[in-house]
């Protein structure tokens, strides 16, 4: 398996880059830069994606995503840093090198789909391999397996246009699968999709990576996509990656006033898990079903409006990790909301030693 590391790295567009990189070290802002002439669109950036992990990269507009993950796989040089594969820095590496650890090792799924449209589903999943040179039987059998993989069965022979957005999108998918790499890198691949669509893909990505396991590097603009994907998300402004985090750290402890305000919108009903607010506890409460860790704190809020009782949490093993109580769920549900007085809390409390 492959894992990514990023290390202090930069990306100066304009006139004397390696001159601007030494500035922002010195502590130069983006005024500066930009007075300059230059664009800084990612600056110190440092992280590591470990193996079968989802990061996710998250900012809005211009803050630096694209050009971050471009880095990633090579398709720009950076003016500074490293970017290691496998422990190897690919920044010094020539254009053919770069092409085979491509293929080899990460493959990108695009936002517009990128799909050719004089080509089947099929030939459009083998591309990948196609341009690798692999034998036509083999191609075809890993492009079937990739489009069985993305609920395409059946659709091998169709054209892309006929075809709705989020199939696009699907045959995207499999031909980032069918290369078979470790790492998928992919750019905003659900923003152009509706939103039930978007979700449906979200699940099915969730869904297939349980099984596949890959490494994924996710970015968007969208922060409850990013807290439901990611495994971590990087939360990035003007260049700068200001929080590394899981959902539940980002949403918790913001590292500043711009993450803070940035996740106040978030519908926390959904990305705060049982996980977040479990209370170890080695036996369950009798007589009570268990959940297991990610179920959404709406379920719970759902539940425990029926029966607020302490419910067992388990891990995927069955296991018996702690209990979740409704005190707990309706603190997590609330923490925005100055309103809630410890009375309520108390009550809810009392309840819940029902
Ligand atoms: N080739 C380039 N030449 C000059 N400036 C560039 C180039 N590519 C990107 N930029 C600038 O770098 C900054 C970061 O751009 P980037 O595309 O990485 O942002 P992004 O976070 O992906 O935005 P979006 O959400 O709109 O895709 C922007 O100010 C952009 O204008
Ligand atoms: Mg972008």
């Not at 110190?44 to 471009?70: H, N, P, Q, W, Y």
Request: charged fraction near 25%; charge should be negative; glycine fraction near 8%.
């Amino acid at each position: 398996m492959t894992s990514v590391r990023v290390e202090r790295l930069y990306k100066i567009f304009g006139p004397q880059p390696t001159e601007l990189v030494r500035r922002l070290e010195a502590g130069a802002d983006q005024e500066e830069i930009k007075a300059a002439g230059a664009t800084a669109a990612v600056v110190d950036a440092s992280f590591e994606v470990g193996e079968g992990e989802t990061f996710v990269v998250m900012g809005l507009s211009g803050s630096g995503k694209s050009t971050l993950i471009r880095m990633l796989n090579g398709l720009l040089t950076p003016t500074s840093g490293q970017v290691l594969v496998d422990g190897e820095d690919i920044t010094g590496m020539s254009a053919p090198a770069l092409r085979a650890m491509r293929q080899q090792k990460m493959s990108m799924v695009f936002q517009h789909f990128a799909l050719f449209p004089h080509r089947t589903v099929l030939d459009n999943a083998g591309y990948g391999l196609q341009i690798r040179g692999t034998s036509k039987s083999e191609i075809n059998e890993q492009a079937r397996e990739a489009l069985s993989l993305v609920g395409l069965e059946g659709w091998e022979e169709r054209y892309p246009q006929q075809l709705s957005g989020g199939m696009r999108q699907r045959v995207g998918l499999a031909r980032a699968l069918a290369a078979q790499t470790d790492v998928l890198l992919m750019d905003e691949a659900f923003s152009a999709l509706d939103p039930l669509i978007k979700r449906e893909m979200q699940d099915q990505l969730l869904n297939l990576n349980a099984k596949l396991g890959k490494t994924i590097i996710f970015i968007t603009h969208d922060l409850n996509e990013a807290m439901r994907l990611g495994d971590r998300v990087a939360m990035m402004r003007a260049g700068r990656i200001v929080q590394v985090g899981t959902a539940e750290q980002i949403l918790n402890e913001p590292a500043d006033d711009y993450v803070a305000t940035f996740v106040k919108d978030v519908d926390r009903s959904r990305v705060l898990t049982a996980a977040s607010i479990v209370e170890p506890q080695a036996t369950a409460p009798p007589g009570e079903d268990p959940v297991p860790s990610d179920t959404p704190m709406a379920d719970l809020f759902t539940r425990m409006s029926a029966r607020a009782v302490p419910v067992p949490v388990v891990d995927e093993q069955q296991r018996v990790l702690g209990v979740v109580t409704p005190a707990a769920v309706f603190k997590a549900l609330c923490r925005e909301v100055p309103a809630v007085g410890d009375g309520e809390h108390a009550e809810i409390e009392e309840a819940s030693d029902v």
